[in-house]
């Protein structure tokens, strides 16, 4: 009788700690909602190697979809305008407009993709502890990857709007590689819609224009051409464009794991040599180039120096 009821106790248990973890990604659904989608008006801190800057956020519903304006408040001047799907930097100068295109690669808060089914494969998720940030009361989630290539994303998230209020993104090793909060947050479209619009015009770049998709959707050859991607990886977009000035073409993938997110360019070698060694372009995203046989492959993405490294080996992209 005791051995049935340890059993049935057991088999219980196990049930009631499955449910508890689907209805932890169930929260993480809304919560990428919340970060993509919750009018707003705030302001947020980014801190990223030694550097602490500060941005204001104003979003509102337009009749593409979501409008938001980006700008910052201290450092370069400029501003990151997103309309849809629509991608736009402005600066009153062309070393601002640098820094606005450099900003606008992790756009906080919506770091998390519109689909969680991907992210299962290669990330675990887990509730923290509680905590407080701009006045308001959050809870600590965390997708911690099951291998120690990627970083780590631990997000505090607003209990009335699970909104996240506090992103930081984690090695192996636990330390913080970068991290955004809110210092300041009213929920709600602005009163003015003037906010949404850019200031500083003068110089501009368009990241991605509206009604395009400058990549298109892999086709079966384009999967079957790469190999040797790490699990949960998959091949998400692919262009062949020509290089300015030659005959030269380059062909540029995007590969995901449904939150890292790497671009693959490659290109004829011309029998040039190419440095292994990885370079920290800006916070959490890496550059590292190889040659293999007569291509010279160049990955850049939001991964570790040595995960990207180790990407770079494993992968094989055959000529089309």
Not at 61 to 71: C, I, K, Q, T
Not at 112 to 127: A, F, N, Q, T
Not at 180 to 201: C, I, K, S, Y
Not at 286 to 299: F, I
């Amino acid at each position: 009788m005791r051995v049935g009821f340890l059993a049935g106790s057991l088999i219980w248990g196990l049930a009631f700690t499955a449910q508890a973890a689907e209805d932890d990604w169930q929260l993480l659904r809304r919560v990428a909602q919340a970060s993509r989608q919750l009018p707003l008006s705030g302001t947020y801190m980014h801190q990223s190697q030694g550097v602490l800057e500060t941005f204001q956020l104003y979003r509102a519903a337009g009749d593409n979809g979501m409008v938001e304006r980006h700008e910052s408040l201290d450092g370069p001047k400029r501003e990151i305008v997103r309309n849809g799907n629509e991608l736009t930097c402005y600066a009153p100068d062309k070393k601002s407009l640098a820094a606005a295109k450099v900003s606008s690669m992790r756009l906080f808060p919506g770091f998390l993709p519109e689909g969680m089914g991907d992210l299962k494969v290669s990330y675990k998720l887990r509730r923290l502890d509680t905590d407080r940030v701009a006045q308001r009361d959050c809870d600590w989630l965390q997708l911690s990857p099951k291998d120690a290539n990627r970083y780590s994303l631990r997000l505090c998230v607003d209990e009335g709007t699970t909104l996240p209020l506090k992103a930081m993104v984690l090695t192996s090793r636990g330390e913080v590689v970068e991290q955004h909060a809110f210092t300041e947050l009213e929920v709600g479209p602005p009163r003015d819609r003037a906010l949404l619009m850019p200031h500083n015009t003068k110089f501009s770049y368009q990241l991605r224009k509206p009604g395009a998709n400058p990549l298109a959707l892999p086709s079966a050859a384009d999967i079957a051409a790469v190999s040797g991607l790490p699990q949960g990886f998959k091949l998400m977009r692919t262009v062949t464009r020509a290089l300015p000035g030659g005959n030269k073409n380059v062909r540029h993938m995007v590969l995901s794991d449904g939150l890292a997110v790497v671009s693959l360019f490659i290109e004829p070698s011309g029998g040039e040599r190419r440095t292994e060694r990885p370079v920290t372009l800006h916070g959490t995203v890496a550059m590292v180039s190889r040659v293999d046989g007569d291509q010279v492959l160049t990955m850049v993405g939001d991964l570790p120096e040595q995960g990207l490294v180790n990407l770079i080996k494993s992968i094989r992209v055959s000529r089309p």
